[in-house]
């Protein structure tokens, strides 16, 4: 069982992103979204990506949480 804290940090690095503080917040100053734009059917994303998102949400994962930070933070 995974235990760890995952950190923005840590699910950008899952994404396979940049995950250093500036690589981080250069991506959400270029992608932001509309209100009705779910994030897992964000246009930047792709199909790897938005079914890692997809699903963590679906299930409630532990990657939910920081998954739910970084939606807030491309409104």
């Known amino acids: 069982m995974d235990t760890s804290t ?3 940090a840590n699910l950008f690095a899952q994404l396979g992103l940049d995950n250093d503080p500036a690589a981080i917040d250069r991506f ?3 992608h932001r979204l509309a209100e009705h734009v779910p994030l897992e059917e964000a246009p930047f994303w792709n199909k790897g990506q938005a079914s890692f998102i997809a699903e963590s ?4 994962a532990d990657w939910a949480e920081v998954i739910d930070e970084l939606n807030a933070l491309l409104r």
Do not use: I, R, Y
């Open 6 to 8: 995952h950190t923005l």
């Open 28 to 30: 959400v100053q270029q």
């Open 57 to 60: 949400l679906k299930e409630d």
